[in-house]
């Protein structure tokens, strides 16, 4: 194995992973997925078209790369086996992907169990597709993995179990019982569909000798351990769901390009100590797009924190950063940057955090701008700016959705 760069999102997520792999994959043998699941909305413009991927890893669109899914990622397979269908009717082929059989499966009931737990007053504003069910089932050694479609007779005995522990609960929230038969048949047909890419994806990895990068969903402040509990999701997002999730061995040398925004944004409920609930925010929403890829929500808005960016860093263990979305700034004569918590976060409790703020002066960008020289000075001066606050190299800052919008920062400007 020559070489391991890991990209983790350093937010809430949504900071335009899919896009930095898809830009670096063209330099790496192929993309491992690490963790999450169709919760994920990896948003690539591909030929002029736009795509949202959502387990699939980020390098599909170079037919020689190899794209794992690992163990750490938990698979919706009627999900997946739909965004298969839709990469092909648009001329991308597959081939190039592999499962592993030790991905876990989530089945409808998480799916309904995740949907009535959010009818509740007291929710949690996930992505409703059974991401927090199915890796309870997990932690709870319960769950139907990937191999387990292929021993008949105890994939029919283990959905008996789980449909029967989960009926009443169903059934008392209204809805209607399910039936473990009727689940075998369907988890049967799809398993057909995606036989051909299951292989041995740690082995792949292990074995082969070549370039890697290792795609992460979601970000660092969602995830199970560390973040902000327990408006996170179920899966781990820092450096740790790296080894977990790949079985990659721990002393692995691996590079971490850690992802932010030129702002913050957040999808769901929790805290969000730079989020501006008013026009501020707004405008920031509008002018970046900011709602949800995978359930079409309006995202909350904010201004870069640099003490949220600096524990991101520390625990995804990132080496360099890339900025994206510079350009949905432009137009904002002044921006504001968080620098420091007054008191720290008490308690640990990210809620309390009382933000202060350090004004800058805006800019404005060009459409079509190609090299980092094309930025005004200000521009510059705020990316520059927001790298020595953090505290490590940010390598590159993109401004606009497609590849060639992805901007090298050359190392003399340092
Ligand atoms: P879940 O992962 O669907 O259980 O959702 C738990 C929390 O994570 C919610 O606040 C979701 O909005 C958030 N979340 C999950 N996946 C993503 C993502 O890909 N981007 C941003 N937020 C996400």
């Given at each position: 194995?020559?070489?391991?760069?890991?990209?983790?999102?350093?937010?809430?997520?949504?900071?335009?992973?899919?896009?930095?792999?898809?830009?670096?994959?063209?330099?790496?043998?192929?993309?491992?997925?690490?963790?999450?699941?169709?919760?994920?909305?990896?948003?690539?413009?591909h030929n002029n078209e736009k795509h949202v991927l959502h387990v699939i890893p980020s390098g599909i669109f170079?037919?020689?790369?190899?794209?794992?899914?690992?163990?750490?990622?938990?698979?919706?397979?009627?999900?997946?086996?739909?965004?298969?269908?839709?990469?092909?009717?648009?001329?991308?082929?597959?081939?190039?992907?592999?499962?592993?059989?030790?991905?876990?499966?989530?089945?409808?009931?998480?799916?309904?169990?995740?949907?009535?737990?959010?009818?509740?007053?007291?929710?949690?504003?996930?992505?409703?597709?059974?991401?927090?069910?199915?890796?309870a089932d997990r932690t709870a050694r319960i769950g139907i993995r990937?191999?387990?479609?292929?021993?008949?007779?105890?994939?029919?005995?283990?959905?008996?179990?789980?449909?029967?522990?989960?009926?009443?609960?169903?059934?008392?929230?209204?809805?209607?019982?399910?039936?473990?038969?009727?689940?075998?048949?369907?988890?049967?047909?799809?398993?057909?569909?995606?036989?051909?890419?299951?292989?041995?994806?740690?082995?792949?990895?292990?074995?082969?000798?070549?370039?890697?990068?290792?795609?992460?969903?979601?970000?660092?402040?969602?995830?199970?351990?560390?973040?902000?509990?327990?408006?996170?999701?179920?899966?781990?997002?820092?450096?740790?769901?790296?080894?977990?999730?790949?079985?990659?061995?721990?002393?692995?040398?691996?590079?971490?390009?850690?992802?932010?925004?030129?702002?913050?944004?957040?999808?769901?409920?929790?805290?969000?100590?730079?989020?501006?609930?008013?026009?501020?925010?707004?405008?920031?929403?509008?002018?970046?797009?900011?709602?949800?890829?995978?359930?079409?929500?309006?995202?909350?808005?904010?201004?870069?924190?640099?003490?949220?960016?600096?524990?991101?860093?520390?625990?995804?263990?990132?080496?360099?950063?890339?900025?994206?979305?510079?350009?949905?700034?432009?137009?904002?004569?002044?921006?504001?940057?968080?620098?420091?918590?007054?008191?720290?976060?008490?308690?640990?409790?990210?809620?309390?955090?009382?933000?202060?703020?350090?004004?800058?002066?805006?800019?404005?960008?060009?459409?079509?701008?190609?090299?980092?020289?094309?930025?005004?000075?200000?521009?510059?001066?705020?990316?520059?700016?927001?790298?020595?606050?953090?505290?490590?190299?940010?390598?590159?800052?993109?401004?606009?959705?497609?590849?060639?919008?992805?901007?090298?920062?050359?190392?003399?400007?340092?």
């Amino acid at each position: 194995m020559s070489k391991l760069t890991a990209v983790i999102g350093l937010n809430w997520g949504d900071e335009g992973k899919g896009k930095i792999v898809d830009g670096l994959a063209k330099d790496y043998d192929g993309v491992a997925r690490f963790s999450g699941g169709p919760n994920a909305g990896h948003t690539i413009y591909h030929n002029n078209e736009k795509h949202v991927l959502h387990v699939i890893p980020s390098g599909i669109f170079y037919p020689d790369k190899l794209c794992l899914i690992t163990a750490g990622v938990v698979l919706d397979l009627a999900k997946l086996v739909i965004e298969i269908a839709g990469l092909h009717q648009k001329g991308i082929s597959c081939d190039n992907l592999r499962i592993s059989p030790e991905c876990h499966l989530v089945l409808p009931y998480h799916t309904l169990i995740d949907q009535i737990r959010e009818s509740r007053k007291a929710k949690l504003g996930t992505t409703k597709s059974g991401i927090g069910p199915c890796y309870a089932d997990r932690t709870a050694r319960i769950g139907i993995r990937v191999k387990d479609l292929f021993d008949e007779a105890a994939l029919r005995e283990n959905l008996e179990i789980n449909v029967s522990e989960k009926n009443p609960f169903l059934v008392v929230n209204g809805y209607l019982p399910l039936d473990s038969e009727s689940l075998f048949d369907h988890l049967r047909s799809l398993r057909d569909s995606i036989t051909p890419y299951v292989a041995d994806t740690r082995n792949l990895l292990l074995n082969c000798d070549t370039s890697f990068l290792l795609e992460g969903a979601q970000g660092v402040m969602l995830d199970i351990d560390q973040g902000t509990y327990p408006f996170v999701t179920s899966s781990q997002c820092t450096y740790a769901g790296i080894l977990s999730g790949t079985g990659l061995p721990a002393r692995s040398e691996i590079d971490v390009i850690g992802v932010i925004k030129a702002y913050n944004t957040r999808v769901g409920t929790g805290p969000f100590p730079t989020e501006d609930a008013g026009s501020i925010g707004e405008r920031i929403r509008t002018q970046g797009k900011e709602f949800g890829s995978t359930t079409g929500r309006p995202r909350r808005c904010g201004w870069v924190d640099i003490p949220q960016i600096k524990y991101a860093i520390e625990l995804s263990g990132a080496n360099a950063v890339v900025m994206t979305k510079l350009d949905v700034l432009s137009g904002f004569q002044e921006i504001q940057i968080c620098t420091e918590y007054t008191g720290g976060v008490p308690g640990g409790d990210w809620g309390k955090a009382r933000p202060s703020y350090q004004t800058v002066t805006g800019f404005i960008l060009d459409t079509g701008v190609k090299s980092w020289d094309d930025l005004p000075a200000t521009a510059q001066g705020y990316v520059l700016l927001i790298e020595r606050l953090i505290g490590i190299p940010i390598s590159q800052v993109s401004v606009g959705p497609r590849r060639q919008e992805i901007l090298d920062i050359p190392v003399y400007c340092r």
